[in-house]
Every structure is written in structure tokens, then in C-alpha cells.
């Protein structure tokens, strides 16, 4: 049985996760609209592995016997600068999002809870993974800095992902 505290913890995660996703598919609108059609993919496929993520917290809690809370979304920005800055805002979100799971995976630990902290290690993971495909493109973007062709060549790798189901 898990307890009220990671319970409450875990619904919060669940929300930063779909805050992400909204973020992400924001971002997709974004690039959408400036016709930088590839990192408007990139950007939709990070939505899609959000709304995976609070999906996999959901389902754990509910295994769990938990009750689920969703929360209010909050509202996330509509423009940026640059693609640069869209990626390092992307960046410090990701950073963001790893502190909130180490915060889990401690207060799993401080509670005992060695299924929720076995589970959470997915997460950490997968947060490896995020800051380090958004600091590629970071630096591929620093490296054409403003060369229109360059960042259509990165557009152009950008729109090669693909949509893999993580749930």
C-alpha cells in the first residue's frame, strides 16, 4: 500500500508531466507556425512521451490503489525568440522535471517504499535521456548560429523522429 505523502507526491508529478506535454505541444505550435516543420515533429513527439509519462505514474498509482488527483494545468508560454531559446527553455525544463524525480526517488527512499522507488528509476533514466538529446540540439543550433541553412538542416534531421508508445 503506498502512503498518503508519495500518494499526494505522485499525483503532483503527474501534473508536471501533462504541464510538460502542454509545453511541448505548444512549442510543436509554435515552430508550426515559423514553418520550421521538423522541430514542430520533434516538439510533438516530446508531447506524445509526456502525456506516456504521467500515463505510467497514473496507472502505477491506480495498481496501487491510490487515489488519482488530476490538477489544473497550467497555462504555458505561446512564443519564443528563437529556436535556440524554444530548446534551452526546453532544457531548463527538462532540469526541472529531473529535480522533481529526484525529489521522488528520495522521499521513496526516506519512506521505504521500494516499489515506488523501483519504478521511479525508469524515470530517472529517462531524464538522462531527455537533457541529453535537447543539449545535441542545442549545441547543433549553437554551432549554425543563425545560418538559415543550417537550421534547416536541423529541421530537416529533426523531422525523422518518430513516435514510439513508452506505456
Known amino acids: 500500500m503506498i502512503s498518503k505523502r508519495m500518494e499526494e507526491a505522485l499525483n503532483n508529478q503527474i501534473n508536471e508531466e501533462l504541464y510538460s506535454a502542454y509545453l511541448y505541444l505548444s512549442m510543436s505550435a509554435w515552430f508550426d507556425s515559423i514553418g ?16 506516456d509519462h504521467a500515463m505510467k505514474l497514473f496507472n502505477y498509482l ?10 489544473a494545468i497550467a497555462e ?38 521500494r516499489a515506488t522507488y523501483n519504478m521511479l528509476q525508469w ?28 537550421i534547416l538542416l536541423v529541421d530537416k534531421e529533426l523531422a525523422q523522429r518518430q513516435y514510439t508508445p513508452e506505456v
Open 36 to 51: 520550421l516543420k521538423g522541430f514542430a515533429n520533434w516538439m510533438m513527439v516530446q508531447y506524445k512521451e509526456e502525456t
Open 62 to 71: 491506480a495498481r496501487q490503489g491510490a487515489k488519482i488527483e488530476l490538477k
Open 76 to 113: 504555458p508560454p505561446k512564443e519564443w525568440k528563437s529556436p535556440l531559446h524554444a530548446m534551452e527553455e526546453t532544457l531548463k525544463h527538462e532540469q526541472h522535471i529531473t529535480k522533481c524525480i529526484n525529489e521522488l526517488v528520495d522521499l521513496a527512499e526516506k519512506l521505504k517504499d
Open 123 to 150: 524515470f530517472v533514466d529517462e531524464q538522462v535521456e531527455e537533457e541529453e538529446n535537447d543539449r545535441d540540439i542545442i549545441d547543433k543550433l549553437k554551432l549554425v548560429e543563425d545560418s538559415k541553412h543550417g
